[in-house]
């Protein structure tokens, strides 16, 4: 069976200070690896798609990467609005189940002042 | 302009009855899904359609019925409410059969049965 473990649980970082959050998986044959951001009260947000191991996408102040085994949601010099529950989610395509998405169960991330 | 839009918002019910959350994607997209969100966190798929044709149906109670009766719209009727359904349920859709462009997800219902 599928599975997305993330870690930490929770994180909370000054404005400015630089952290990474982990997603590792077990997939048969991965077909993609996505990030989604999750505000209070609201639907979750895409984010990334990384399709194989080395690649790298960026967007504004998040860089997420991905090997054979996890991937890494890197956050720059982050601000207050960056706040929010980060989940990760893999995309099977060898057991029939290429059609959803198996999610973990998010960084909740904090960013104060 | 919504894309994805889910009513109602909110739900506080009785144990034992029936209610339904409707759902609608003006994206033009070809598959739809529920997933349940429980507090936890924890996203969970229960069902998916693509062109109103059911592709996924995972280990779900059949108290829970999916309609869809054209590709913009699945409903979610849930039959005899428990307590552990609690829970919010997201609606969401993608292009193609699959999720590799990534979901739309609406804005969530959140059920409360009481």
């Known amino acids: 069976e599928d599975q997305v473990t993330q870690s930490p649980e929770a994180l909370r970082l000054q404005e400015g200070e630089s952290s990474s959050l982990n997603c590792s998986y077990t997939?048969?044959?991965?077909?993609?690896l996505f990030w989604y951001r999750q505000d209070p009260g609201k639907g979750p947000e895409f984010l990334f798609t990384?399709?194989?191991a080395g690649e790298e996408k960026e967007k504004e102040r998040l860089k997420a990467t991905l090997t054979k085994k996890e991937s890494f949601l890197h956050i720059t010099a982050p601000k207050p609005e960056d706040s929010a529950t980060y989940l990760c989610?893999?995309?099977?395509?060898?057991?029939?189940?290429?059609?959803?998405?198996?999610f973990g169960t998010g960084t909740q991330l904090k960013v104060e002042l | 302009d919504t894309a994805v839009s889910q009513t109602p918002k909110y739900l506080v019910t009785q144990m034992g009855n029936d209610k339904s959350i409707k759902c609608e994607q003006n994206?033009?997209?070809?598959?739809m899904y529920w997933y349940k969100q429980d507090s936890k966190k924890f996203l969970k798929i229960m069902f998916s359609?693509?062109?109103?044709?059911?592709?996924i149906n995972e280990t779900v109670p059949n108290r829970f019925s999916p309609k869809s009766p054209d590709k913009a719209h699945l409903n979610l009727h849930i039959n005899s409410l428990e307590l552990g359904d609690s829970a919010v349920y997201f609606c969401?859709?993608?292009?193609?059969?699959?999720?590799?462009?990534?979901?739309?997800f609406g804005s969530g219902t959140r059920l409360t049965v009481v």
């Open positions: 989610a893999v995309q099977a395509g060898l057991t029939g189940g290429g059609n959803k998405l198996t």
């Open positions: 994206l033009g997209h070809d598959t």
């Open positions: 969401a859709s993608s292009q193609g059969r699959g999720p590799l462009y990534g979901y739309t």
């Open positions: 990384l399709y194989s």
């Open positions: 997939v048969s044959g991965l077909r993609g």
């Open positions: 359609y693509n062109n109103k044709e059911l592709i």
